[in-house]
């Protein structure tokens, strides 16, 4: 069974541009959901979706959006990027409770 | 103050020793409790997944969760050089709720 796959895995931007990255979750799952890694602050919950609507929402600005196909296959969005924005942003699937699965994720590098 | 706190180590051990590492949370009303392990430029994998006090043992890995003193840990037994990675620990209120990470504990195994 092929697990998340996230693209791109490495993606560099420039403040104030936006960026899109794209996850398929694994074959059956209805839940995905959005993380940003950094060093300092660890993992930090973007938001979920599930069956194509928003199911929980974490502490971003509105810059960060995502948004979920019907297939289950999931984008997140961050516009008018800043520098703190630098991250690797990981999805997770599930098939709708329990244990999420992690993608490789995509590391964003804004200059 | 955050949900779920981790010492971030690094931590590191000679081959062959037990490792723990442990979490602590803030809100007693949390149920689930899961552990991850993060190799270098790889998304996280999830280790034990358990909802209840007590021991979770999976091979050389016990998870050990203590409800009354909201503490949370991992054992690692016989530890290994491939067990050289960030182990992190996460926390749900209910099992289809957001889960809140730990920064992560940085573990190098030494042969």
């Known amino acids: 069974k092929a697990g998340v796959t996230q693209t791109p895995r490495y993606l560099i931007k420039t403040r104030g541009q936006q960026v899109t990255l794209s996850c398929s979750p694994i074959?059956?799952?209805?839940?995905v959901s959005w993380y940003q890694q950094t060093p300092g602050q660890g993992l930090q919950f973007l938001f979920e979706?599930?069956?194509?609507?928003?199911?929980n929402k974490g502490n971003f600005p509105g810059r960060f959006s995502g948004r979920q196909f019907s297939n289950s296959r999931s984008e997140m969005n961050v516009s008018t990027l800043e520098l703190g924005d630098s991250a690797l942003y990981l999805c997770?699937?599930?098939?709708?409770?329990?244990?999420?699965?992690f993608g490789e994720g995509s590391r964003l590098t804004v200059l | 103050q955050k949900e779920v706190e981790q010492d971030p180590g690094p931590l590191s051990v000679p081959e062959g020793a037990i490792v723990s590492l442990n979490c602590t949370y803030s809100n007693s009303a949390f149920q689930y409790f899961m552990w991850y392990r993060q190799y270098s430029r790889k998304g996280p994998e999830l280790l034990m997944y358990t909802y209840s006090s007590g021991n979770k043992e999976d091979g050389r890995f016990t998870a050990q969760v203590d409800k009354s003193s909201k503490y949370i840990s991992l054992f690692i037994r016989d530890s290994q050089p491939s067990d050289s990675a960030t182990y992190l620990c996460a926390i749900a209120l209910y099992e289809g709720g957001q889960f809140y990470f730990g920064t992560g504990t940085s573990l190098t195994v030494i042969p």
């Open positions: 074959s059956g799952h209805r839940s």
């Open positions: 979706y599930f069956s194509e609507t928003q199911r």
């Open positions: 997770a699937s599930r098939p709708s409770v329990g244990e999420l699965f």
